[in-house]
């Protein structure tokens, strides 16, 4: 059973480009969250996404970042007109459906390292 | 209230000793607390995680103590291995209702097992 999927590993791209991360949850799983990493500190929520919804968006900046998780295909974390700042590893995770209560794990995968030139 | 601090933010550890690394948290509202163990250049991966109606849990070499009093909780690694050499992050879950399944991570341990 393959884990998540992240590509492409590494992104270069230059100030005002767009920049195009791809997350495929591992089977069975609906459930997809972003998270970003700055060198030297742990990482911090973005979004969290099922199939065609977005649940929770609390920690994704308001202006040129945007995420999706469509039917079919894999979830998209789409950056706008990047500049230096957003050089991260932003990871992608997944969990299969989860009720209230339950303690499911989150699946991270290798994550995607971007730098912005 | 959302933060997690964790320390130290490295370690060096000779093989055979017990790495600890603590985490304290202020938000009442976490009922979940991981901990992660990441590789450079790799994704985190769930090493062992606690809720907090439990003062300890262990499995094999890692122990997860908590006191919920003090909003504390911390991994003790027995008889480090130089491969246990990585970065750990300690993590807390809100509860439902309160940005329920979201991590909140702290800021990451160095671990290093000297041969």
């Known amino acids: 059973n393959a884990g998540v999927m992240q590509n492409p590993r590494h992104l270069v791209r230059r100030r005002g480009q767009e920049a195009r991360l791809r997350c495929s949850p591992m089977?069975?799983?609906?459930?997809v969250y972003w998270y970003r990493q700055l060198p030297e500190e742990g990482l911090k929520f973005m979004v969290y996404?099922?199939?065609?919804?977005?649940?929770?968006e609390s920690g994704m900046p308001k202006e040129r970042f945007s995420a999706e998780f469509p039917k079919e295909g894999p979830s998209i974390l789409r950056i706008q007109q990047v500049v230096r700042g957003d050089s991260a590893a932003y990871f992608c995770?997944?969990?299969?459906?989860?009720?209230?209560?339950?303690?499911?794990?989150?699946?991270f995968g290798p994550g995607t390292r971007l730098t912005v030139l | 209230q959302q933060q997690v601090k964790q320390s130290p933010q490295s370690l060096i550890v000779q093989k055979g000793g017990i790495s600890i690394i603590n985490c304290a948290y202020e938000?009442?509202?976490?009922?979940?607390f991981p901990w992660y163990q990441q590789f450079p250049g790799k994704g985190p991966a769930l090493l062992i995680a606690?809720?907090?109606?439990?003062s300890e849990k262990k499995e094999g070499r890692f122990t997860i103590s908590f006191n919920k009093s003090a909003k504390q909780f911390s991994l003790h690694i027995m008889d480090s291995q130089p491969g246990d050499s990585a970065t750990y992050f300690c993590?807390?879950?809100?509860?439902?209702?309160?940005?329920?399944?979201?991590?909140?991570f702290g800021t990451g341990t160095r671990l290093l097992v000297s041969p």
């Open positions: 995770a997944s969990s299969p459906t989860t009720g209230l209560s339950s303690y499911n794990e989150q699946f």
């Open positions: 089977k069975g799983h609906s459930h």
């Open positions: 996404l099922q199939k065609e919804n977005i649940i929770d």
């Open positions: 938000n009442t509202a976490f009922d979940y």
């Open positions: 606690i809720r907090p109606d439990v």
């Open positions: 993590a807390a879950r809100p509860g439902w209702n309160t940005g329920f399944q979201k991590l909140v």
